[in-house]
């Protein structure tokens, strides 16, 4: 029998998908024969196929990762290498030139750190399914299956500005008043707290869902980031 292009596909897919839903061999093949799938080969075949390169845009995003940081690494040693030719100028002219070249690297870092890559994170979860026969017997038991799937998201908020070697702020240098809440820090607590209680109240009731719309953002310095979609790429799963 010769199959036509979109019949193909369709019992592709069917055997693609039986194999995903845990069929065997012997359920394909016998399908297969009957002309409602494609053959067990023939499906393991598609899996490898369809599955090549599926990590190529986490390889693409790590390149540009260790690009950025390599770039990063060479613009602060030159910065460093700046700040003690200013230091040690001898001269006023020579003083004011290697001042404002320090002042330009230092723009061109910040510029780069705010358009650079910003990092990616590998996460990972498991997921445990018991599998219970219609008819149990001594030979046929319940299955534990045991997934885990792992999977890159890229980050939506870039801390590449941020310094990896040394504290934003050293300990000797922070207040303790820094770190205990203002009265500001407590009504805006406060109103935090409302806004997020409106939004289940007017999620779970349907009387008070017109309450939605009423209800002020919560705005923070990153929210045009943050409202983006997450770019996520599936790695592994077993």
């Known amino acids: 029998m010769t199959y036509t292009f979109l019949y193909f596909v369709y019992i592709c897919m069917t055997g693609l998908q039986l194999k995903r839903g845990g069929a065997d061999k012997t359920a394909i093949q016998r399908l297969s024969a009957r002309k409602l799938s494609v053959s067990y080969g023939t499906v393991k075949k598609k899996q490898v196929e369809y599955g090549a390169n599926y990590d190529q845009k986490v390889k693409e995003w790590g390149i540009e990762v260790v690009h950025g940081n390599n ?31 320090l002042e330009h690297a230092k723009r061109s870092l910040d510029i780069h750190n705010g358009c650079c890559h910003p990092n990616i994170r590998i996460v990972g979860d498991n997921v445990d399914h018991k599998v219970k026969p219609r008819h149990m017997t001594t030979q046929r038991t319940s299955t534990d299956l045991h997934h885990f799937q792992l999977f890159a998201v890229k980050n939506r908020i870039s801390s590449m500005h941020l310094p990896h070697d040394r504290p934003i702020v050293a300990h000797d240098e922070i207040n303790i008043s820094d770190l205990l809440p203002t009265v500001e820090d407590n009504q805006m607590l406060r109103h935090t707290w409302c806004v997020l209680a409106g939004r289940v109240i007017s999620r779970y009731l349907p009387e008070l869902k017109w309450m939605a719309k009423h209800l002020p953002s919560l705005a923070h310095a990153h929210m045009k980031e943050a409202k983006r979609k997450s770019e996520i790429v599936s790695i592994f799963g077993m």
């Open 71 to 101: 770039l990063q690494k060479q613009m602060e040693f030159h910065i460093r290498d700046l700040e003690q030719q200013v230091n040690s100028a001898s001269s006023s002219m020579a003083h004011e030139i290697t001042t404002k070249a």
